[in-house]
Structures are given as C-alpha cells and as structure tokens.
C-alpha cells in the first residue's frame, strides 16, 4: 500500500504494512460520527457485537477509486477514553489493537462537534497520544456558518499536530479531504507536547488554549432550539405535545400502514397462487403453498406496519426529540424506581425488544439496566401485532366508539398495549423494591441541539431493519413453517398423509392440550403455541398452515377458522397469554448476552410464562362467567 | 430571603441566571462525568429549561445544554460571579 507508506506517523515495530487498512470512527455522542460512517460506507455494512461485551460494533466497507477496499468501523459515542464505562474500555480496547477478531486500526478519523469544540477538543488528547495518523474532522460546519461561528483550521492543525478537515456529514461538504487523507494524500505537521492526560481540568485549559490560538469563534447558541425547548419543554404544552407524539405514532401505524399491508398481502397470495399453478399437485406443491407461502406469507404481511414504526423512532431519534422526552418521563419513571433514560430503550420496544435491549447500555446504573430489560419485553412489540390484529378482528365487530376516532377494534389493541405497559410498571416496581434495589442514580443527559433528520439517515435505518426482518422470516419463520408442515404430514397412512389430528403436530398439540385446556384453547391452539416460542408472529402462520391442510382458505378463513375453534372467552385469555409470556428466541438469547448468563433470561421466561398463565386462566374464567 | 442571598447550589438558580461552579460534592465517578460534560469546577453554569413539574432541569454550560435531577443539582455548589452584572453568554 503506497498510499499508507507516505504518511510519516506509524506505530513502532510494524515492518510490513498490513495489505488492507483500517479506519476507526471515534467520537463524542452526538458529533455525527454514525452520520460521517453512513456516508463513507453507505449501505456496504453490517451491525454485530463487539466479541464478549455488550456494545455494537458497526463494520462497513469504503472503496476509494483505484484504491484497495478499507474496513471501516465506527466505535461508541465517548467523551474520554479512560476506561470506566464499557464503551470507553471498547473503544480503548479497539484503537489499541487488543480488541480479539477486531482488525487494529491503522488510521483514525476523530469526528468532533464544531459548534462545540472546546469542549469536544478534549478528547483529541488521548486519541493523538496513541501515536496513530488521526485526522480531526470538525463536523457541522455549515451550522457554525450559519449560526456566525468561525475557526482556521490551518492553524488549529499546526497547534494540534494533526491535520484537521472541516466538514458537514450531513450534507457532504468537505467529504473529498477525508478522502485525499486516506489516500495518503495529506501531509501530517509535526506532532506536538500533549497535556497530562489523567487531568481533566488542565485538558480542558488545553483545548481552549488552541481554540483560541486558531482563532475560533463560538457559534451563536441555537435559536430554534431554544424556541422548539420552550414549547416541548413548556408546563403544560410539553406533556400535552408529548402525549400526542406517542398517541400519533400508534394511530399512524394502524391508519397508514394498513392499504401497504393489503398491498403485500395481496402480492403473497398472488405468488402463491402462481407458485401452485407452475407446480404438479402433489406433496412439493402443498409443502411450498401450505407450507412455506402460508407461514412465511402471513407473517411477511406485517413488514410495513413494522417500517413505519422505526420510521417514527428515527425521525424522533435523529431530531433530538427523544432526549426532551426522556426529561419529560423522568419523573414518572422514577415512580417505578427507573429512570428517564430507561425511556428511549422502553419506547423502541413497541417496535421489539431486541434492540430496545441492546439500547439499555446507554444506563450506566447496572441494576437499572437490568430492571429495564427484564420489563422490556412486556412492552406491546411489533410481532405481537399479526396475533392481534388477527383475533381481534376474528372475535370482535368494529363499531365506532368515539365516532371516526376510536373504534372498538382499535380500542381493544389500546387496552393490550396498556396491558403489557401495565404488567411492565409492576414488575419494576416489584424488582427495584427487592432484587435490584439501588441507590439512586444521577440522571444526567446531555440534551442535543435539534436538528433536522436526512433522508439518508432514516432510510439506512430502514434500509437495516427491513433486512432484519426478511431475514427473521427466511431462516426462523420459514424453518418453523416446513417442519411445521412435515411434522403434520407424517406418519403417511397408506402412503397418504394422515388427518391433522394423527399426525406428529397433532399429537405434540394434544400432549400438551390438559395444561392449556383450563385456558380454553385445544390442541391446535396448542401447536402454535409450540411454534410460537421461536417468535410470537409465527403462530398466525401455523395456524395458517394447519388450517390450510385442513382445506380452509387463509384470510376471512382463518378467522373463521378460529371462531371454530374458540370461545370468546378463550380469544381473550389467548389475547392475555401472548401480552405476558415472552414467546422469542431472539430477546432470549439477547438477554443472555447482555446480563452474561442465563441466570436472568431463565428467571424472565419463567415469571412471564406463570403470569401469562395464570393471566389467561384468570381472564378465561372472569369472560366465561360474564358471558354466562 | 433567597433573592438577597446569592445562589449556593445550582438548584437555587433561577431560569437564565449564572453563576461559577465552586466544586462537585459527589462520588468521584459521577463528579468525572459531569465534567466531561463541562461541569468543571471554575466554569460558568446557567439555568435553562426545567421538566413540566421542575425535575429534572436543564443546565447550560461549556456550549451544550445537559439535563440533571434537582437532588443531583443540589449537589453541585457555585461561588457568585466575580462581577455582578457583567454576565455574558458562555
């Protein structure tokens, strides 16, 4: 690599260089670092764990014309590197080298929030004393433009011994020198005393000496964040616009996304229908329609329901809002014994519980965090949506309640939601006065300049969870749903296959029928449940394929189907038992990775299965007697 | 009366006034962090937004805006401004 070899700064000891570099992304939070990593890699790639802790670590690929590829990864948001938290101990542990199956990092880009150097300069300290070619790359400037700021970058270069490019990620400007920097393109001035890096105050003293020396001019505090804080943050107007955020999120998500899911419906059952027809009857043709177009099908339905809903949370996310509305919630959490910032990860487990407990890292208090992901999951996610929707509207009328507003149907989903947030309230409660009583922690939360989301920055979001979710229903779903349908397809009697009810799935459904018997559901129900338990949505698709062996149509026939099958009461106790149990390999085993052990993920299915039976047998009886 | 009596913690801060932080009483860890977020001891501190209700409240200082609990607030003690009057945006 020529390009590397020209730049004079190298670690010591390093003959060869290595044939592919690597550029670390480091940063403050709030700097744009993921917004810069967004832009040098695009949608080249992939979010996992770093090995054995707890933080994400984001890997992307960057190709510079003519050059050879770079990995490129984006460390956590940290304001110093001295290794306290488990972020900082990462992002130490990665620039160092001594990150295991993490490529040591050859260059780094140190990406620091313009508007606020002085304070963001600090960590440029002990990011150049690890004797790595670092660029400084000053972010927003076209907000420290606007807002009458000004710096010379030249200058601040020559005092910091380390070129410095001034940019915005959002909008690109100023992208091209970060690439001339890769390319080696950029000399390096020489490198300069740093101050003693253990002493915070004398660092601070440093980065507002070399302020100064390159002439920087503050920017104007933000006019329209003061003005957007003094109405979400009004007494009485914050709650109000607070309570109409979250309220409109949901009624968006049921009003929009439903002619979208009517759309992919439509195009699944077109498919299928034309899979059939080019397929010669027979066991391949019933395992691909009943089989696979009947399970995967019916859970790929819900995808757009499931968009819209992250589109929310990065909108609210990328703004700024979520901070305002972790101060507003702060006080009712610490009701329960949480605090504000087991908001943001409680609120993105409406979408799912996955990454609303990766998201529990940012609680630096330990029992907080687990408290916050043991009740995550009772929060309403969005695979519980397709169980819903479907009973729902299989058992109840839809009759406005509050004329074109509310109707009931929808007031029944309102009720499970507040259901699920119900049990998760009590159960933080019951843990923070037990097992997980704390001290109380120090809420303190930096609270972000507005600023408007890019279109870019959703639509990668997006972009990434679509990719989870077909992902979810190529492998886990669409495993379940052709064992599924093998299971209910032997043993063959007389080379046939038997009745539903003798074959293997039957015979699985009908063990376990006399322990959800007193639930008011049979065997069939029973299957699904089974089913179930690798992820809640697949129970719509086992029903599906059971009752499409059984010769009904899905759709209005499965509903029917069910009406069959249960009583009403048994709808609801059905209803009651998918808001508490937690039927979800995926959170299972994130929950394992994250509390390091299977201590608590053992602990957590355990109460959630006793009080989804409990609630279920309880709710069985409470409707049958009313109804009687 | 507290209008007489200058500012002892950030607490008694009213919206918009200013005042220099004199030191953190709080375990070393949390002290740390409130300075990485600017809390320096020497710095200018001024009160901005409060949570409807007045907890938690938002606090200006070294060019960010950072949210605290009032109990946290209470903790962190201030010295008058060297001269009255003379307030300038930080």
């Known amino acids: 690599m020529n390009a590397a070899s020209t730049l004079p700064v190298r670690p010591a000891g390093e003959a060869a260089p290595p044939p592919s570099r690597v550029v670390a992304v480091v940063g403050p939070p709030n700097s744009g670092k993921s917004t810069l990593f967004n832009r040098l890699t695009g949608l080249r790639q992939k979010v996992a764990n770093f090995p054995g802790v707890t933080v994400e670590q984001h890997l992307g690929k960057l190709r510079i014309e003519d050059e050879a590829e770079l990995d490129v990864i984006d460390l956590p948001g940290v304001y110093s590197l001295n290794p306290r938290s488990e972020d900082e101990r990462v992002t130490l542990d990665v620039l160092m080298g001594r990150m295991e199956g993490v490529p040591r990092p050859d260059t780094i880009l140190l990406i620091l929030d313009v508007t606020n150097l002085g304070r963001h300069l600090v960590l440029a300290a002990p990011v150049l004393a690890l004797g790595l070619p670092t660029l400084i790359v000053l972010n927003m400037a076209d907000e420290l433009e606007r807002r009458g700021g000004d710096v010379q970058v030249e200058e601040l270069a020559r005092r910091l011994g380390a070129p410095v490019a001034l940019i915005s990620a959002a909008s690109g400007e100023g992208y091209d020198t970060i690439l001339q920097f890769l390319r080696g393109r950029i000399g390096i001035p020489r490198p300069v005393e740093l101050p003693a890096l253990n002493d915070l105050p004398r660092c601070r003293e440093w980065a507002a000496r070399l302020g100064a020396e390159a002439k920087y001019l503050p920017p104007a505090p933000p006019v329209w964040t003061r003005r957007l804080d003094s109405l979400f943050l009004h007494p009485v107007a914050g709650p109000l616009v607070f309570l109409a955020v979250v309220v409109g999120v949901f009624q968006t998500i049921f009003s929009a996304a439903a002619p979208l899911m009517d759309l992919v419906d439509r195009a699944v059952g077109a498919s299928g229908d034309l899979v059939g027809r080019l397929l010669p009857d027979g066991p391949l043709r019933s395992l691909v329609v009943e089989g696979i177009w009947g399970g995967v099908g019916s859970v790929l339905v819900f995808l757009p329901q499931i968009l819209i809903l992250f589109l929310f949370i990065g909108l609210l996310e990328d703004s700024g809002y979520l901070a305002r509305a972790a101060l507003i919630a702060d006080r009712t959490m610490a009701k329960v014994g949480l605090q504000g910032k087991s908001f943001i990860p409680l609120l993105s487990a409406y979408a799912c519980a996955v990454p609303a407990i990766m998201a529990t890292r940012t609680i630096e208090n330990k029992r907080d965090r687990i408290a916050t992901i043991l009740i995550a999951p009772f929060m309403t996610c969005s695979a519980r949506l397709p169980v819903y929707t479907l009973i729902i509207a299989a058992f109840l009328p839809e009759t406005p309640l509050l004329g074109p507003f509310l109707g009931t149907r929808a007031a029944a989903l309102l009720g499970l939601y507040v259901l699920g947030f119900a049990a998760a309230v009590v159960t933080a409660r019951v843990l923070k006065s037990s097992i997980l009583k704390s001290e109380r922690t120090p809420f303190v939360l930096e609270m972000p300049p507005y600023r408007r989301p890019t279109l870019r920055q959703v639509g990668l979001r997006l972009f990434d969870r679509s990719k989870v979710f077909l992902r979810r229903a190529g492998t886990v779903i669409l495993a379940m749903s052709i064992l599924l349908w093998g299971l209910a397809h032997v043993p063959t009697k007389n080379g046939k296959a038997p009745e539903i009810a003798d074959s293997f799935a039957g015979t699985i459904g009908r063990t376990v029928e006399p322990l959800i018997e007193p639930l008011g559901f049979n065997w069939k129900i029973g299957i699904g449940l089974i089913t179930s338990l690798a992820a809640r949505e697949v129970i719509v698709g086992t029903l599906g394929t059971i009752y499409g062996i059984e010769g009904e149509d899905d759709g209005a026939g499965l509903q029917a189907a069910l009406r069959h099958d249960l009583t009403p009461a048994g709808a609801v106790a059905l209803l009651v038992f998918f808001a508490f149990a937690m039927q979800c390999m995926s959170t299972i085993a994130v929950v394992r990775r994250e509390t390091g052990g299977w201590t608590w993920p053992i602990l957590q299915f355990t109460y959630m299965g006793v009080l989804a039976w409990v609630g279920a047998f309880v709710a069985f009886r409470l409707v049958t007697a009313l109804l009687a | ?90």
């Open chain 2, 1 to 90: 009366m507290p209008h007489t009596r200058p500012p002892a913690t950030l607490l008694d801060l009213r919206k918009g006034e200013e005042a220099i932080l004199d030191r953190i009483d709080l375990p070393d860890d949390v002290s740390l962090r409130l300075m990485e977020l600017g809390f320096l001891p020497g710095s200018r501190v001024a009160a901005s937004f409060r949570a409807p209700g007045g907890d938690p409240r938002v606090f200006r200082v070294d060019g960010t805006e950072v949210a605290l609990r009032c109990e946290t607030a209470a903790r962190l003690h201030l010295r008058p401004l060297p001269k009255p009057g003379a307030a300038s945006a930080t």
